[in-house]
């Protein structure tokens, strides 16, 4: 049973660039959140989806932006890239209606020059 | 708004010693879920445990114990006879329960545990 799974491991962007993140939640789950985490700090929610829609979103600037497909997997869209950006993002799936644990993917290392 | 500090930035033990990781949140909700991560140096958040805000039991399993306390809104984390395997970041984390679930979860800056061979 796979877990969490994200693609790339790593990328490099400059300034202004656009970068798209994939995330294929655990089998059987259908929810998925997005977080940031710069080095050193904690984890920061940015949305989450559910079937198909966001439902919650934290303190972030519309340059991210995602999206849920019928599969249930999401990406995460962030425009305008600044060095700020630059951090660890991670992707949590679980089952809608339980409060269970949401399993966390391996990441996204982005690095923005 | 939710909140949850974690004082300690970094504890170093030494290994068989006793840690206590400490925790303290802050919410207006009256249902909610604590959890606490560990993140190894690989960077997998490993889910530990989940406690609702009902269920004041602490709870023990192997060497990890957990103390809620409404009271002092707190939530700590000991590791008993620590081994060189526990160094890690940990993270103390807090969500609202909006019916469908946990909602997005509040995370603390973390404590960085070394244990010293």
């Known amino acids: 049973d796979a877990g969490v799974t994200q693609s790339p491991t790593h990328l490099i962007k400059t300034r202004g660039q656009q970068v798209t993140l994939r995330c294929s939640p655990k089998?059987?789950?259908?929810?998925v959140s997005w977080y940031q985490q710069a080095l050193g700090q904690g984890p920061q929610f940015i949305f989450q989806y559910y079937e198909e829609e966001e439902r919650q979103r934290g303190n972030f600037p519309d340059r991210f932006s995602g999206h849920q497909f019928p599969n249930y997997s999401s990406e995460l869209n962030v425009n305008a890239l600044l060095l700020g950006d630059s951090a660890l993002y991670l992707c949590a799936s679980r089952r809608a209606g339980e409060a269970n644990e949401q399993f966390f993917g391996p990441g996204t290392r982005l690095t923005v020059l | 708004a939710q909140k949850v500090t974690q004082a300690q930035t970094e504890i170093s033990v030494v290994e068989k010693e006793d840690v206590t990781l400490d925790c303290v949140y802050e919410t207006r909700d009256t249902t909610y879920y604590l959890f606490w991560y560990k993140q190894p140096p690989s960077g997998e958040l490993v889910f530990l445990i989940r406690r609702n805000s009902f269920d004041e039991q602490n709870e023990i399993s192997g060497r990890y114990s957990w103390n809620f306390q409404k009271s002092t809104s707190s939530f700590n984390f000991t590791i008993t006879a620590s081994q060189v395997v526990d160094s890690a970041v940990y993270f103390c984390?807090?969500?609202?329960?909006?019916?469908?679930?946990?909602?997005?979860?509040?995370f603390g800056k973390g404590t960085h545990l070394i244990i010293q061979p």
């Open positions: 984390a807090l969500s609202d329960y909006s019916g469908g679930g946990a909602d997005g979860l509040t």
């Open positions: 089998s059987g789950h259908d929810t």
